[in-house]
């Protein structure tokens, strides 16, 4: 028999369910393009399932339905919607079917839990198959809030295999050596204006380029490495969809290829040819639907980590390099000028990312750099002069 908290928990998600058909409708109508709006009458469809199983577990257990009354939050979506169009509350949307697939985990480990209702399987089994048709919801609108009316620039390159990883490469290893030039010359700087000896300014610029490459490192290792395991979770959870919702996937897939601009007929016969071969179709769903190549997997963590470590200490190792043979004043001019030749190489290299002119992105990163090492020269010496 169901209990007072099944009830209570099937009127919320009964709610929750006939406010997301109402919202996508009202969606629908406010959207003038036609594939558009078609998909969101795809995915009312959805919830309009959603809503007569908790109509029916209500039935059961003999509670009244009353009339559905929109909440606060969707009359507010849907007059946005209807004033500024259907795509301007795409993301709110988005968040909206995330939370509704974890509300639905936790209703499943509630349930599971306790010796709640009857047919403690077959609600199980239903809570799961909503849970990854929101979670699918999710991903569509995560889609249609890049990809507007049509398809974008970024995601029809994605789409069609142009962009690669070198670009992002390339940034990566240019911030790295940035980050460890500029980090270490400041240090270096503000340790020499405080009138330390040449050898101590060698130990504690050395100290700094370590610590500092260490710590690049590890972040990197980190980042990559939590990356590689969030991404094979996702790819797992996908496996399993794809075995027990197969129906479903292609659906989605063809709910995402429309929202990239195809027609929906071509979208669904492009979802049924990719998904049609077993062997390839999680690794297409996996490209198409998460962004993930799984190939990749976000590259090999040790790999990065030494690659953030190398490039920080080129880039730390200049400022210190002239301390190696000068001191005094001498030692700071001449680390001062290898500084800035460091500034204006990767303000150069920059240029290639950004498209700016060479010398206006050379001479800005030298200006700049120059500008903070004076300021941390300053407070360097006031600092040694306060302590002497």
Known sequence: MATTQDIKEWKASLQAEREAVWL?????????????????????DTERKHVKVFEGRLRAAKVEDKPFKPGFRSRVIRMVAKRNGAQAVVP?????????????????????????????????????????????????????????????????????????????ALRAGILGANDGLVSVFLLVMGVAGAGV??????I?????????????????????????????????????????????????????????????????????????????????LAREE????????????????????????????????PYFFFSGWQGIFASALMGALGLFILGAASSMLTGTRFWKSSVRQVLIGLAAAVITFGIGRLVGSAIG
């Open 24 to 44: 996508y409708d009202s969606m629908a109508d406010a959207e003038p393009n036609h594939d558009l709006s078609g998909i969101y009458r795809r995915l009312a």
């Open 92 to 168: 709110l949307v988005a968040a909206i079917e995330a939370q509704a697939a974890n509300s639905y985990a936790t209703s499943k480990t509630t349930s599971s839990a306790g010796a709640a209702s009857p047919e403690p399987d077959k609600i199980d089994g239903q809570l799961e198959e909503m849970e990854q048709e929101e979670r699918s919801h999710a991903r569509v609108f995560g889609y249609l809030s890049t990809s507007g009316n049509g398809v974008e620039g970024a995601d029809l390159a994605r789409f069609e295999g142009r962009h690669r990883s070198g670009g992002n």
């Open 197 to 202: 000896a040449q050898k101590q300014i060698l």
């Open 204 to 284: 504690t610029g050395g100290a700094g380029l370590i610590a500092g490459a260490l710590s690049m490192a590890l972040g990197e290792w980190l980042s990559v490495q939590s990356a590689r395991e969030l991404y094979q979770n996702q790819i797992a959870i996908e496996s399993k969809e794809l075995d027990t919702l197969p129906e479903e996937e292609k659906q989605e897939l063809a709910l995402i290829y429309q929202a990239k601009g195809l027609d929906a007929e071509s979208a669904k016969a492009l979802a049924n040819k990719l998904l049609s071969d077993k062997a390839s179709a999680l690794d297409t």
């Open 290 to 321: 998460l962004g993930i190549n799984p190939e990749e997997l976000g590259g090999s963590a040790w790999e990065a980590a030494l690659t953030s470590f190398l490039l920080f200490a080129v880039g730390g190792i200049l400022p210190i390099i």
